[in-house]
């Protein structure tokens, strides 16, 4: 008998450890935030940075406690399936979720379900943003928003409750994450905080007051691909050049970047809180964005296209108990690899299914002998005139292909030319390398281009 108390209260004790030692979760998501709209990035591009005078503190505090990943993608370019890959593991075709107005799946395998399964507190604060869905399937407590929501006074669903709100949005969702956390750190937690900015309908009495005219006086460079058309656009006129044109405009730039600021300060009263909580050095902290966005380059604005302004976005991963301080890391990773590595931090397996792979090994050091060298990025024409496309990226070079459409092939030697520029021979070798490579992707996830679907 005494044995087997002795036995029991050793397996309770190995159970509460294991418990104890499991990591908390915050995942901190923007809407439309570009991947180098960050200080840091700026700081790295120098004199060549789009504004080099621009200041993230608390992002840039983010990096250099943990591990910065300058190539992250976005494999669906657009706001609710780039959200429904971070949450799934799995691309858009897979998960269902294809464009802006799908609901996400209430029986989808995410995350949230299998954490919260296994024990964790689960939460969701802010935007959401799949079509305009109530229910956030996974997540046992929410506080947050219809839609796009409105960026002052913004009425919350608080637990399936309509909820009036005083404030700008993104403080009033950091403010409910905060006295949830306070709430709940007693055992494990996974959160997501989801900005509204830098989303569209920006400036003005849509900022803080306190943001509304900082960086008065600023000017933002152009890049050599602002004064280049998309493929399928004409080409923009000399007169057209050195215009200031829609997207173009520094006005435009400098309200995105007061947006983006606003979500710093945030970012910074989400690390004080953990700091004043002690929960810092066992919290997973991880910052990115939906998809990223176009300021002008080939006169475009919103996101959608594969140009790199579109796909790439900013990653940061913070967990001072397993991964090093002010780590840079080239490797390519996109939004599907969130959902498996919150799995392996926790110690649980990989769901079956999941396209993405853990970043634990990368973020710690160790790079795996398999990772991936190249990923299938998609695009299915939902609102505006960018058509139905998909392409392969590799770490130097994409091609991209457009359904039907066999002259718009574009073809790009990213390492020589990172501003794709040239488009090179449809069927020359780099494309040809490149078309074997988009085959085995699209093969690896079951991916059926528009043109060959019956």
């Known amino acids: 008998m005494i044995r087997f108390t002795l036995s029991l209260y050793l397996s309770i004790f190995c159970i509460l450890a294991a418990a104890e030692s499991r990591p908390n979760f915050i995942f901190l998501i923007a809407d439309d935030h570009r991947w180098d709209a960050m200080g840091a990035v700026q700081k790295e591009h120098g004199e060549k940075g789009r504004y080099p005078w621009f200041e993230t503190p608390q992002l840039d505090r983010l990096a250099a406690d943990g591990v910065r990943f300058r190539n992250a993608f976005i494999t ?58 109530r229910e956030r399937p996974g997540f046992a407590f929410a506080a947050s928003f219809l839609d796009q929501g409105i960026y002052q006074d913004c009425p919350f669903l608080v637990n399936g409750s309509i909820t009036p709100t005083i404030g700008w949005v993104d403080d009033v969702s950091t403010t409910y994450a905060i006295d949830w956390i306070k709430g709940h750190h007693t055992k494990p937690f996974s959160l997501v905080l989801g900005f509204k900015s ?3 309908r920006r400036g003005g009495e849509n900022l803080p007051e306190r943001l509304r005219s900082l960086y008065e006086g600023k000017t933002t460079k152009r890049t050599p691909n602002c004064d280049l058309a998309a493929v399928y656009h004409k080409p923009i006129t000399e007169a057209d050049k050195g215009k200031e044109r829609g997207l173009s405009a520094n006005s435009v730039h400098l309200d995105y970047l007061r947006h983006i600021k606003g979500i710093d300060d945030n970012v910074g009263r989400i ?27 080939r006169g ?7 140009y ?33 590595t919150y799995l392996d ?50 770490q130097n070079a994409k091609l991209i292909v457009f359904p039907n459409r066999p002259e718009w092939t574009e073809v790009f030697d990213l390492k020589n030319d990172p501003y794709e520029l040239n488009n090179l021979p449809a069927d020359g070798p780099l494309a040809k390398a490149l078309q074997a490579e988009l085959d085995t992707q699209m093969k690896a996830v079951q991916f059926t281009p528009a043109s060959k679907r019956k």
């Open 198 to 200: 830098p989303h569209n």
């Open 76 to 133: 669906h370019s657009i706001c609710s399936p780039g959200r429904a890959g971070f949450l799934t593991g799995q691309y858009t075709h897979i998960n269902g979720v294809m464009d802006n107005n799908t609901p996400f799946p209430k029986n989808a395998i995410t995350h949230a379900t299998l954490l919260r399964d296994a024990g964790y507190d689960t939460s969701y604060f802010g935007k959401w943003h799949m079509g305009n869905q």
């Open 308 to 340: 790199e302004e579109g796909l790439r976005i900013p990653f940061i991963v913070r967990y001072p108990r397993l991964f090093p301080k002010g780590k840079v890391i080239d490797e390519l990773v996109i939004n599907q690899d969130l959902a498996p």
């Open 345 to 394: 931090l926790a110690g649980l397996p990989k769901q079956s299914g999941m396209h993405g792979a853990s970043i634990k090994d990368l973020a710690s050091g160790k790079k795996p002998n398999n990772w991936r060298t190249s990923f299938l990025a998609i695009y299915r024409k939902e609102l505006g005139d960018t058509p139905t496309c998909h392409g392969i990226r590799t």
């Open 300 to 306: 475009l604005g919103d996101k959608r296209a594969l």
């Open 271 to 297: 690390l004080d809180t953990l700091d004043e909580l002690k929960l810092a050095e066992n919290t997973v902290v991880i910052y990115s964005s939906d998809n990223g966005y176009f300021l002008g380059e």
